[in-house]
Protein backbone atom coordinates (compact mmCIF):
# COMPACT_ATOMS: atom_id res chain seq x y z
CA UNK A 1 0.00 0.00 0.00
CA UNK A 2 1.54 3.21 -1.28
CA UNK A 3 -0.17 7.01 0.35
CA UNK A 4 0.36 10.26 -1.06
CA UNK A 5 -0.95 13.18 0.72
CA UNK A 6 -0.62 16.69 -0.94
CA UNK A 7 -2.36 20.04 -0.69
CA UNK A 8 -0.66 21.72 2.26
CA UNK A 9 0.57 24.75 2.05
CA UNK A 10 0.66 28.82 3.75
CA UNK A 11 -2.76 29.88 4.85
CA UNK A 12 -4.02 32.70 7.02
CA UNK A 13 -5.81 32.51 10.12
CA UNK A 14 -9.90 31.73 9.32
CA UNK A 15 -8.76 30.15 5.64
CA UNK A 16 -8.85 27.05 4.20
CA UNK A 17 -7.17 24.33 2.59
CA UNK A 18 -8.03 20.89 1.24
CA UNK A 19 -5.53 17.91 1.50
CA UNK A 20 -6.18 14.84 0.02
CA UNK A 21 -4.24 11.48 0.15
CA UNK A 22 -4.58 9.18 -3.08
CA UNK A 23 -3.87 5.53 -1.83
CA UNK A 24 -2.46 2.90 -4.28
CA UNK A 25 -2.59 -0.93 -3.43
CA UNK A 26 -4.67 -4.01 -2.56
CA UNK A 27 -8.14 -3.76 -1.11
CA UNK A 28 -7.12 0.27 -0.15
CA UNK A 29 -11.00 0.68 -0.52
CA UNK A 30 -11.48 -1.69 1.97
CA UNK A 31 -10.21 0.05 4.73
CA UNK A 32 -10.43 2.67 7.17
CA UNK A 33 -8.40 5.53 6.95
CA UNK A 34 -7.51 8.68 8.95
CA UNK A 35 -5.10 11.68 9.07
CA UNK A 36 -3.27 12.59 11.81
CA UNK A 37 -0.97 15.50 12.30
CA UNK A 38 2.62 16.64 14.46
CA UNK A 39 2.69 20.33 15.28
CA UNK A 40 6.53 21.50 15.61
CA UNK A 41 7.75 19.65 19.41
CA UNK A 42 4.67 17.59 19.67
CA UNK A 43 4.13 14.01 19.02
CA UNK A 44 1.91 12.84 16.48
CA UNK A 45 -2.04 13.56 17.22
CA UNK A 46 -5.35 12.05 16.06
CA UNK A 47 -7.16 14.60 13.78
CA UNK A 48 -10.18 12.43 11.88
CA UNK A 49 -10.66 8.42 10.58
CA UNK A 50 -13.31 7.14 8.44
CA UNK A 51 -14.63 4.11 7.92
CA UNK A 52 -14.18 2.27 4.58
CA UNK A 53 -17.50 3.02 3.51
CA UNK A 54 -17.30 6.41 4.81
CA UNK A 55 -20.51 5.80 6.84
CA UNK A 56 -18.65 5.96 10.00
CA UNK A 57 -16.63 9.18 11.01
CA UNK A 58 -14.57 10.54 13.96
CA UNK A 59 -12.57 13.43 15.23
CA UNK A 60 -10.61 15.15 17.34
CA UNK A 61 -12.26 17.59 19.28
CA UNK A 62 -9.98 20.10 18.31
CA UNK A 63 -11.54 20.00 14.58
CA UNK A 64 -14.61 18.79 15.14
CA UNK A 65 -16.87 21.84 12.88
CA UNK A 66 -14.11 23.17 11.34
CA UNK A 67 -13.24 19.71 9.42
CA UNK A 68 -14.67 17.59 7.21
CA UNK A 69 -12.81 14.09 6.26
CA UNK A 70 -14.49 12.56 3.43
CA UNK A 71 -13.29 9.52 0.85
CA UNK A 72 -14.29 8.71 -2.74
CA UNK A 73 -13.25 4.56 -3.21
CA UNK A 74 -13.71 5.32 -7.16
CA UNK A 75 -10.19 7.23 -7.01
CA UNK A 76 -9.23 5.60 -4.27
CA UNK A 77 -8.76 8.81 -2.45
CA UNK A 78 -9.41 10.31 0.94
CA UNK A 79 -9.81 14.30 1.46
CA UNK A 80 -9.91 16.51 4.64
CA UNK A 81 -11.49 19.70 4.11
CA UNK A 82 -10.17 22.48 6.82
CA UNK A 83 -11.88 25.49 7.71
CA UNK A 84 -11.65 28.31 9.84
CA UNK A 85 -7.96 27.44 10.29
CA UNK A 86 -6.21 28.67 13.34
CA UNK A 87 -2.08 28.87 14.10
CA UNK A 88 -2.37 26.09 16.60
CA UNK A 89 -3.53 23.66 13.22
CA UNK A 90 0.19 24.19 12.02
CA UNK A 91 1.70 20.75 11.39
CA UNK A 92 2.77 18.00 9.19
CA UNK A 93 -0.24 16.20 8.27
CA UNK A 94 -0.26 12.43 7.32
CA UNK A 95 -2.72 10.13 6.33
CA UNK A 96 -2.53 6.75 7.24
CA UNK A 97 -4.81 3.77 6.06
CA UNK A 98 -5.88 0.58 8.31
CA UNK A 99 -5.46 -3.12 7.52
CA UNK A 100 -9.50 -3.32 8.84
CA UNK A 101 -12.70 -1.58 7.72
CA UNK A 102 -13.05 -0.29 11.38
CA UNK A 103 -11.96 3.18 12.70
CA UNK A 104 -9.81 3.91 15.36
CA UNK A 105 -7.90 7.00 17.04
CA UNK A 106 -4.62 4.90 18.04
CA UNK A 107 -2.19 5.69 15.38
CA UNK A 108 -0.42 2.01 16.64
CA UNK A 109 -3.46 0.94 14.31
CA UNK A 110 -2.38 2.15 11.05
CA UNK A 111 0.12 -0.07 9.49
CA UNK A 112 0.17 2.06 6.62
CA UNK A 113 1.40 6.16 6.23
CA UNK A 114 1.93 8.54 3.66
CA UNK A 115 5.08 11.01 3.52
CA UNK A 116 2.98 13.94 5.11
CA UNK A 117 2.01 17.85 3.84
CA UNK A 118 3.07 21.09 5.41
CA UNK A 119 0.21 23.30 6.86
CA UNK A 120 1.39 26.57 8.33
CA UNK A 121 -1.53 29.11 9.42
CA UNK A 122 0.14 32.40 10.13
CA UNK A 123 -1.91 34.48 12.58
Known amino acids: VQLQASGGGLVQTGGSLRLSCAAS????????MGWFRQAPGKERAFVAA????????VYADSVKGRFTISRDNAVNTMFLQMNSLKPEDTAVYYC?????????????????WGQGTLVTVSS
Open 25 to 32: GPSSGDNA
Open 50 to 57: ISWNGLRI
Open 96 to 112: AQRASPKIVTFEAEYPY
